[in-house]
């Protein structure tokens, strides 16, 4: 082959490697513009049953006499700015509580790439409609005067809660169709029936609790969601109504996954609610509408 026979073949070939590559980056499943909100390394049990996930965490202290609609609290945030912004989550306690009772839950959560404020009530006494207007006055005032607002996709968030949190939670959802995920633990409501909630919904139940138990309260709750509305049901095992109070893998690996793949439309967290967790040690059912479709 003549030297200028050759330099052309290989100059096609270039061009037809290039033009290739182009066409796959373009293509709608390249990798890059799958999931523009996807945080953090690709998952693994062992990944989200840790005790810390891949991202530093630091935290500020917000003083109720700073905020108004809520009772202040504590934000929780990954450090580094690196990877742009994240999707956040707002947390109640429960009657007479205060935020140190889900305190656990700011570090764990924000280590896998979330803005978490854990909040404490006007009073302890709060009711769960009133409990439900304060997950969303810190929401807004984490996304629009906090001094971390820059780091949060306003468009990704969600609310969280314990007992009388719990119920504030599907109020807030109630109220406010555009979040993303909520998350009631052992939750607490007069109400127990909310088809109006169009926001993905995973209900944790303990099967020892005697102050919302499960028969009057969770199940019932999960049972009032609408039949197309994404939702989850999961009962622990051996647990009473405090147990959210305390570090618990269970709830933090479901919690996590359920936030991961509804707030950051993470599919890589999928494999880990559907199939529905099987009844095990500390799970002693679970319902849900695998798959999921939002």
């Keep these: 082959m003549s030297r200028s026979r050759s330099r052309i073949v290989k100059g096609l070939l270039a061009a037809t490697i290039a033009t290739a590559g182009l066409c796959t980056a373009l293509m709608p499943g390249a990798q890059a513009a799958d999931n523009p909100y996807e945080r953090g390394p690709a998952p693994s049990n062992s990944s989200i049953e840790a005790s810390r996930g891949s991202y530093a965490v630091s935290q500020t ?7 108004s609609g809520f009772g202040g609290g504590t934000i929780y945030y990954p450090t580094s700015t690196a990877d ?10 429960g009657f007479t509580a205060y935020q140190s ?28 409609d009133s ?5 969303l006055a810190a929401l807004d005032y984490l996304t629009q005067s906090s001094s971390v607002r820059s780091r949060i996709d306003t468009s990704r968030l969600g609310v969280m809660g314990h007992s009388m949190g719990g119920g504030g939670t599907l109020e807030a959802a109630k109220s406010r169709t555009s979040l993303k995920a909520a998350i009631p633990l052992t939750g607490w409501n007069l109400d127990t029936t909310w088809p109006e909630v169009r926001t993905p919904t995973l209900i944790f139940g303990a099967d020892g609790d ?28 051996g647990a009473t ?5 305390s570090s618990n893998t269970t709830i933090a690996k479901y919690s996590i996954s359920w936030l991961k793949r509804f707030i950051d439309n993470d599919s890589r967290y999928e494999q880990f609610l559907c199939p529905l967790p099987a009844a095990s040690l500390t799970i002693a059912e679970s319902r849900g509408n695998c798959p999921h479709t939002s």
């Design 61 to 67: 202290s917000v003083s109720s006499l700073s905020v």
């Design 101 to 128: 009772s889900i305190a656990w839950l700011g570090p764990r959560l924000a280590s896998q790439g979330f803005v978490v404020f854990t909040i404490d009530t006007n009073t302890t006494l709060d009711q769960p």
């Design 131 to 135: 409990r439900g207007r304060q997950l």
């Design 241 to 245: 109504h405090f147990t959210p109070n």
């Design 210 to 237: 005697t102050i919302a138990p499960v028969a009057t309260h969770s199940e019932p709750f999960y049972q009032s969601l609408p039949s197309t509305l994404d939702k989850a049901y999961v009962e622990l095992r």
């Design 84 to 93: 742009g912004t994240f999707g956040a989550v707002a947390i109640s306690p």
